[in-house]
């Protein structure tokens, strides 16, 4: 193990592509590559506080592979963000574009601070400076930062502005999820927790079950997938009766009406003292009776202690990495249905690739067409993974995983190795 591959979270990963690689028998040349990035870009960032000190960040961006495309991924701000972690999102974001055929490679950046502690100036000069420090690294034909954790459509028109800046002219391609007056996509903020019910839609079907308020709803997380998720599912029918962040959550076994949650949060900032609701810890709010759980906050949340105490009958990981590797085994030992997270959560980065899309274009296509298109790529790769768990007798991870190492490797031996 090494600084890379040190964190849980790249274990986790590197566990599952092995175990695919296994199955197919990858070529072991391939395998070795795929194991580690391409390229890891450690930045400091010194950024100008509001006092006049000058703190410095440390700054990440992790291009784990760029042979299906130039490479994708979000930008997260958090304290615990490291080297490994990005490099296992990075990895992570290369098999996701592959599973749903997009001609995009992977990437993951980040900055390893507590963004809710930064004034909006700092934030912004924080921004800036990243930027700055990777900015010959991306750009529309290399590498097309998003947002994550921590980050949102303003800190992208501020990564635009800044990249813009420094090139001459706009160059709105540069990142996606950015607001519209810039180049941003109708959509995008709730592709995310959109695709994540899609594919919840596909699985009840595939389970039979029906599709109306006797289908219970636990979101863990009510941040921007967290939130679309628990609409898309309040709009779809089903009960949403416990929702979350991270200072707790509120839960009604009869359901919430989605609408007065999320008009309570914009005005409180919290879901706290919601009314008609109790509260729950998130650690008990996972345990909740329910049948679909959509985990959209962090990750490692369903681990081995849990795993034997969750009563959803489908999971949808929304966010990612929120089951460990054993926890996911008891799942599955359980009979739960997992929709792994780079299935489940890639709506996000379809909406964006229309975006890039769009923006190389410069012709702006209506929300509907998106929707559209988004739910047509969700459930045909729901169907394409789902087909292969049930030809090779394995779960939908290992199925979705062997989808995706396949058409990545498929390239990578197409193209050859430079030099011979
Ligand atoms: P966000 O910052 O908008 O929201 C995160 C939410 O999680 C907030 O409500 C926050 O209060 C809550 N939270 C934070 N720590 C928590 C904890 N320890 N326990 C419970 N709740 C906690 O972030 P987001 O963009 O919604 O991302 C959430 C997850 O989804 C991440 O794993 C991210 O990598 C993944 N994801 C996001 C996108 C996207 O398009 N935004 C796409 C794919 C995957």
Redesign the pocket.
Known sequence: MDIITEGHLYQNTLLTFTEAAQLMNLDPNVFERLKRPKRSIIVSVPTRMDDGSVKVFTGYRVQHSSTLGPCKG?I?YHESVNLSEVAA?AMLMTFKCSLVGLPLGGAKGGVQVNATKLSRAEKQRLTRRYTSEISPFIGPEKDIP?????T?SQTMAWLMDTYSQEVGHAVPGVVT?KPIEIGGSLGRNT??GRGAVFVVEEALNHLKMKQDKSIRVVV???????ASAAQCSYDLGLSVVAV????GGIYNSKGLNINQVKDYYSKNKTLKGYPEAEAVT?EALLELPCEVLIP????G?INSKNASKISAKIISE?????VTHDAHQILIERGIFVIP?FLA?AG??IVSYFEWVQDLQNFFWSEKEINSRLREIMTTTFKNVLQQSQAQKIDLRKAAMVTAVKRVSTAMLLRGLYPQ
């Open positions: 979000g997260r999102l998003a947002p994550d954790i921590g949102d999820g592709s995310t863990q997380g009510f941040g921007e997938v967290g979350s962040d991270v200072s998130n959209s906050a962090v990750d949340v929304g966010a990612n990495g929120p997270d959560n996000g980065v």
